[in-house]
């Protein structure tokens, strides 16, 4: 199973940026699909999260209403816009799946309810 993440960058305050993950190796509708990310010094957090069939989103409050998790199941790969991004948006972000329901939030904010992680990619906010 590999997840490659892309889309990480510099930007200043207010920008966006859309990051992507690809998968290969599984079956890929068979998994919900995440987003967490890890600011330097802090403990890595649950961003978003959307369903197998990509009809059931869920965020964190600090994300929601800025960011879209979205999926396309014929091309393996979900996507996160990220809009009116902050500088505490700083953070390496990692792409991961489960085969979990995301439906309990215990279990979908949890790093280890994900069997498959990527290898993350930066995100820098300027102020």
């Known amino acids: 199973v590999q997840l490659q993440a892309s889309g990480g960058g510099l930007v200043q305050a207010g920008g966006s940026l859309r990051l992507s993950c690809a998968a290969s190796?599984?079956?890929?509708?068979?998994?919900?699909m995440a987003w967490f990310r890890q600011a330097p010094g802090k403990e890595l957090e649950f961003v978003a999260v959307?369903?197998?069939?990509?009809?059931?989103?869920f965020y964190t409050g600090s994300s929601k209403g800025r960011f879209t998790i979205s999926r396309d199941n014929a091309k393996n790969t979900v996507n996160l816009q990220m809009n009116s991004l902050k500088s505490e948006d700083t953070a390496v972000y990692y792409c991961?799946?489960?085969?979990?329901?995301?439906?309990?939030?215990?279990?979908?904010?949890?790093?280890?309810?994900?069997?498959?992680w990527g290898q993350g990619t930066l995100v820098t906010v300027s102020s």
């Open positions: 991961a799946v489960t085969t979990q329901s995301i439906l309990v939030k215990s279990l979908r904010q949890r790093p280890s309810s994900y069997e498959h």
């Open positions: 190796g599984l079956t890929y509708s068979s998994y919900g």
């Open positions: 959307i369903s197998k069939s990509g009809g059931t989103t």
